[in-house]
């Protein structure tokens, strides 16, 4: 493979092929998700890294029906869910290798799943070699979806037939600046570094929910994210998003995203003035 990037001469999927891919992910949510929202108990979640890393027959279920949709689709495509990656691990590293793939988080925010909290959603990226060219964040309460492939700009689209292009922010000064961080899942010594930084923004938070936080990125409703755990299912569709809504996208240090990589920072900020900003402002966490 060669190192240099394709130019993109059309986009990955075409315009009836995303028809389908967001129908699949539409029929799933209704025969999967949604019915079981509000009746799954906390009893009922099975834990996976740790008690607050939850997954539910709705995780199963809806990623069962969406890798069999989409195999069906493209035959030839890798199909990587993140409840498959869980039972086999070495998944995840073939996605870097393959010509095409589809990365499916069934549902991210599972924890406020189970707890009755309307912020989740399903994730959907497609990839080449590990380059995410397209990606889908779909609200099942809402039964709306912000798409984009790398030839054409994120649009927030709707089940009644409504769409509309979404922008990011114009960003601004660290002091006006909003922004989703994945702090408590930093080690402690990266916690307690970067902790004193935070009084200089003007709001930093967390959604639990990659899908939610990559949806008002991209609506220009927060400037930025950062977050230092790398799943593919959470962030190569709203890197891809992020970019086609007129955003930057990029590793703390620099590199731009890629499935393969599993270490680092990764910075999505609403144009490269507030990147550079928010990148000079975290530079401790590239002491690592």
């Known amino acids: 493979m060669s190192d240099s990037l394709p130019i993109p001469l059309s986009p ?21 998700i949604m019915p079981r929202f509000r009746t799954v108990t906390r009893a009922e979640a099975d834990t996976k890294s740790g008690p607050t890393d939850l997954v539910t027959e709705a995780d ?32 995840r590293d073939a996605v870097a290798e393959a010509e095409l793939a589809f990365i499916i988080d069934p549902v991210d925010g599972t924890w406020n799943f189970v707890h009755g909290l309307p912020l989740f959603g399903v994730i959907i990226a497609v990839t ?77 938070f967390a959604l639990r929910c990659s899908c939610h936080e990559y949806r ?38 620099g590199r731009d995203y890629n499935t393969a990589i599993t270490k680092g920072f990764l910075l999505c900020a609403s144009n490269q003035a507030t990147w550079d900003r928010l990148r000079d402002h975290f530079t401790c966490l590239l002491e690592d």
Not at 157 to 181: F, H, I, N, T, W
Request: proline share 6%.
């Open 60 to 91: 199963r279920q809806a990623e069962a029906i969406l890798a069999r949709g989409l195999q069906g689709m493209f035959p030839h495509a890798l199909i990587v869910g993140e409840e498959a990656v869980a039972k086999k691990p070495d998944l």
């Open 216 to 253: 008002l990125l991209a609506q220009g409703a927060v400037d930025f994210t950062l977050s230092g755990v790398l799943n593919p299912w959470d962030h190569a569709a709203g890197v891809l998003i992020c970019q086609q809504a007129g955003g930057v996208a990029r590793m703390l240090d």
């Open 128 to 204: 080449r070699f590990g380059r995410p060219v397209l990606g889908l964040l779909h609200d099942p309460v809402s039964d709306d979806w912000i798409i984009a492939d790398e030839t054409n700009p994120a649009r927030l689209a709707a089940a009644l037939g409504s769409e509309r292009p979404v922008r990011v922010s114009k960003g601004g000064d660290l002091a006006d600046l909003q922004g989703y961080m994945h702090f408590y899942l930093m080690p402690q010594d990266q916690q307690e570094r970067i902790a004193p930084l935070l009084a200089a923004l003007a709001r930093c």
């Open 12 to 32: 990955p999927l075409t315009a009836a092929q995303q028809t389908a891919l967001v129908n699949l992910v539409r029929r799933a949510s209704r025969a999967e």
